[in-house]
């Protein structure tokens, strides 16, 4: 692989929030741990060896899981990208949450989108606002240093909306606007901000593929924790693969492999290329003798992209359904915590979703008392360390305005993934691929839980609903 070199310069100095300017003495501890949450970008339940790959290397992480907790049943909080991480970043679900889809149909910003794939379409976006209260802004007021390097997807078309202007200390990535403005911006980009300074990666220059995205976001998040490691920090390591374009030069993990087609061998490599810089971080926190004191959380933004090698690979983990679907395919994900002494060796079935992200780390850092009021999310820190939540009673749930919802209670779960059409019912714990719909069975059921969804619905500005009204 090419080695890269850090891009630090006179562009820090405009990233920081004021609250940097603050002294601190205090000092992480292993109860009140660095955090380092790492997300993945469409990567499905089954493309990590830990969860049943037998053809995808990721022994990194692979090391995490087997000593640390891995969770079964956890739930991203949307099908697609920034609903998904809207819902992490403010405790919300997507049907209460500020950004429900990628695009939406009424408000926002209208601007162009030009895909990786290189097509374009105007459309509009919601981006979080000032009052919206972030999970970085929660966990601040415990005096941690916040960073969030590379993808934010938050931002929609309003260039004040990126993470450095929504809580965070430090901002290394891309933003939506920026990104359609100035041409490739995903595994070999030429612009990258470095909190408002607009910056270049000289050698990408004219398409060259040299720095590849994920080595360069990895040495924005080892800067950050060697310039954090004396005071306790907030990482949010949010890389771009395995996402389409499957553009990477790399492939040497799987050129042995004469069936695979080209994009099957980039897609596999672009997650082993993903493994091996998690182990690059893992490391830098080893070499500073922070790891005990570190807490670090790894799992995907969603589920498996349609375009991805799902069959050759069973990215799905045989799960039904992709990327942009509230099936178990689209949704469900993988999670694994670790902390050395503290976070204990063992397999987790508790429902969990992104909502919960927000009350867990509050706990986790003393922060609690700067929760908003109204969060969808419960605190499961205890099941990070070796104790028991019962999270089956409450319903979990998800919507695309107008087409799609779903809600998970216990064992039952009831999602419809096309407009118009009834809830179909499946018990996932006996039918974790969703084949066998049990509405006809068990309508008393299905109604239950459709009455609960309809609760858990709040109007949106813009998402709005034939004759609903948005509510204050």
């Known amino acids: 692989m090419t080695k890269t070199k850090y891009l630090f310069g006179a562009a820090l100095l405009g990233t920081c929030s004021p609250a940097v300017a603050q002294s601190t003495k205090q000092s992480a501890?292993?109860?009140?741990?660095?955090?380092?949450?790492?997300?993945?970008?469409?990567?499905?339940?089954?493309?990590?060896?830990c969860y049943g790959n037998d053809y995808i290397q990721t022994p990194n992480i692979d090391r995490l899981a087997a000593t640390g907790t891995r969770f079964t049943q956890c739930y991203a909080g949307s099908g697609i990208s920034s609903p998904s991480r809207c819902t992490l970043m403010t405790g919300k679900h997507s049907g209460h949450s500020r950004i429900r889809d990628n695009q939406c149909p009424v408000g926002g910003i209208r601007g162009l989108k030009i895909s990786p794939r290189g097509d374009s379409t105007y459309n509009r976006r919601v981006n979080l606002l000032p009052e919206d209260t972030t999970l970085a802004t929660v966990i601040g007021t415990a005096r941690y240093r916040s960073c969030l390097v590379n993808k934010w997807h938050l931002d929609g078309y309003d260039p004040t909306a990126t993470p450095n202007h929504r809580g965070f200390d430090e901002f290394y990535g891309w933003a939506i606007s920026t990104a359609i403005s100035n041409g490739?911006?995903?595994?070999?980009?030429y612009y990258r901000f470095h909190g408002d300074s607009l910056i270049n990666i000289n050698e990408?220059?004219?398409?060259?593929?040299?720095?590849?995205?994920?080595?360069?976001?990895?040495?924005?998040?080892?800067?950050?924790?060697?310039?954090?490691?004396?005071?306790?920090?907030?990482?949010?390591?949010?890389?771009?693969?395995?996402?389409?374009?499957?553009?990477?030069?790399q492939t040497s993990w799987y050129d042995d492999e004469a069936k695979w087609a080209a994009d099957?061998?980039?897609?596999?490599?672009l997650i082993t290329h993903l493994d091996d810089n998690v182990g690059k971080v893992i490391g830098a926190v080893d070499a500073l003798g922070l790891r005990?004191?570190?807490?670090?959380?790894?799992?995907?933004?969603?589920?498996?992209?349609?375009?991805?090698?799902?069959?050759?690979?069973?990215?799905?983990?045989?799960?039904?359904?992709?990327?942009?679907?509230?099936?178990?395919?689209?949704i469900r994900v993988p999670l694994i915590v670790n902390q050395p002494g503290r976070v204990?060796?063992?397999?987790?079935?508790?429902?969990?979703?992104?909502?919960?992200?927000?009350?867990?780390?509050?706990?986790i850092t003393g922060s609690t008392k700067a929760l908003p009021r109204h969060i969808d999310g419960m605190d499961v820190h205890e099941l990070f360390y070796g104790g028991n939540v019962e999270t089956g009673k409450r319903i979990l749930y998800w919507e695309f305005p107008g087409t799609q919802r779903a809600a998970r209670q216990g064992d039952w779960k009831a999602v419809t993934v096309k407009k118009?059409?009834?809830?179909?019912?499946?018990?996932?714990?006996?039918?974790?691929?969703?084949?066998?719909?049990?509405?006809?069975?068990?309508?008393?059921?299905?109604?239950?839980?459709?009455?609960?969804?309809?609760?858990?619905?709040?109007?949106s500005p813009n998402w709005p609903l034939p004759g609903e009204k948005e509510t204050k």
């Open 420 to 459: 118009g059409q009834p809830l179909e019912l499946y018990n996932i714990k006996e039918d974790p691929t969703e084949q066998h719909n049990l509405a006809s069975q068990y309508p008393e059921k299905v109604k239950a839980l459709d009455r609960e969804m309809k609760k858990l619905h709040q109007p």
């Open 184 to 189: 490739p911006y995903y595994y070999y980009p």
């Open 264 to 269: 099957t061998k980039r897609y596999a490599a």
């Open 29 to 49: 501890t292993p109860k009140q741990p660095n955090i380092i949450f790492i997300l993945a970008d469409d990567l499905g339940y089954g493309d990590l060896h």
């Open 292 to 330: 005990e004191n570190t807490i670090i959380i790894f799992a995907s933004d969603n589920g498996v992209a349609v375009m991805a090698p799902r069959k050759e690979l069973n990215s799905g983990g045989g799960l039904r359904g992709t990327k942009g679907q509230l099936y178990e395919g689209g």
């Open 204 to 249: 990408n220059a004219n398409d060259a593929h040299v720095r590849h995205n994920t080595e360069i976001s990895t040495d924005d998040a080892i800067g950050f924790i060697n310039r954090s490691k004396d005071q306790p920090f907030f990482l949010f390591l949010a890389y771009d693969a395995p996402h389409e374009p499957y553009h990477m030069d």
């Open 344 to 363: 204990p060796v063992r397999t987790v079935d508790n429902l969990v979703y992104f909502p919960d992200f927000m009350p867990t780390l509050a706990a």
